[in-house]
T-cell receptor
Framework: EAQVTQNPRYLITVTGKKLTVTCSQNMNHEYMSWYRQDPGLGLRQIYYSMNVEVTDKGDVPEGYKVSRKEKRNFPLILESPSPNQTSLYFC?????????????FGPGTRLTVL | KNQVEQSPQSLIILEGKNCTLQCNYTVSPFSNLRWYKQDTGRGPVSLTIMTFSENTKSNGRYTATLDADTKQSSLHITASQLSDSASYICVVSEGSNDYKLSFGAGTTVTVRA
């Protein structure tokens, strides 16, 4: 089944404890992206990747890192999480970003930083 | 400042009725506009994608319209069903960078029996 998977789905952690949220897609997509969703603000892009070893900042990259060592995986790293990073995170992928490439979203990771 | 504004923020409709959601954007230059449906606790799912040259697109009971001159789009839901209860998100991409997406905050639709 074609899908985007994220792990973990739920995570409660404490300030400063490094964590990684994994994202994997099995559709051989070139483009992958991370978003955070907060009430009343809509989805905001954190980082995106056009292909392997090609990443760039989105609108809210502060406090996050990513890597794209292989096509299927795009982990999101929080080196020193803070409470303002408490949010719902989505990973997404598409074949390429163009007018007719649908973007597929993962199920989301709900992160709470105490 | 959010370049994509959606209205209303939320609405409640009775099963079987129609409703229309609005999306106004200021993104320029414009490449394409997408509508997504997001069920509670799940990731968004694409409903329609329209380029600037298209002014209507349908997906079952969902019909999206686009007026690139006035920078407005609408999503019309026909004969609503309980399963239509969700958040509907308008997303606009820039003309020069298709990967630069601007998301609206969404309209929450509740369909009641």
């Amino acid at each position: 089944e074609a899908q985007v998977t994220q792990n973990p789905r739920y995570l409660i952690t404490v300030t400063g404890k490094k964590l990684t949220v994994t994202c994997s897609q099995n559709m051989n997509h070139e483009y992958m992206s991370w978003y955070r969703q907060d009430p009343g603000l809509g989805l905001r892009q954190i980082y995106y990747s056009m292909n392997v070893e090609v990443t760039d900042k989105g609108d809210v990259p502060e406090g996050y890192k990513v890597s794209r060592k292989e096509k299927r995986n795009f982990p999101l790293i929080l080196e020193s999480p803070s409470p303002n990073q408490t949010s719902l995170y989505f990973c997404a992928s598409s074949l390429r970003i163009s007018s007719y490439n649908e973007q597929f979203f993962g199920p989301g990771t709900r992160l709470t930083v105490l | 400042k959010n370049q994509v504004e959606q209205s209303p923020q939320s609405l409640i409709i009775l099963e079987g009725k129609n409703c229309t959601l609005q999306c106004n954007y200021t993104v320029s230059p414009f490449s394409n506009l997408r509508w997504y449906k997001q069920d509670t606790g799940r990731g968004p799912v694409s409903l329609t994608i329209m380029t600037f040259s298209e002014n209507t697109k349908s997906n079952g009971r969902y019909t999206a319209t686009l007026d690139a001159d006035t920078k407005q789009s609408s999503l019309h839901i026909t004969a609503s069903q309980l399963s239509d209860s969700a958040s509907y998100i308008c997303v606009v991409s820039e003309g020069s960078n298709d990967y630069k997406l601007s998301f609206g905050a969404g309209t929450t639709v509740t369909v009641r029996a």
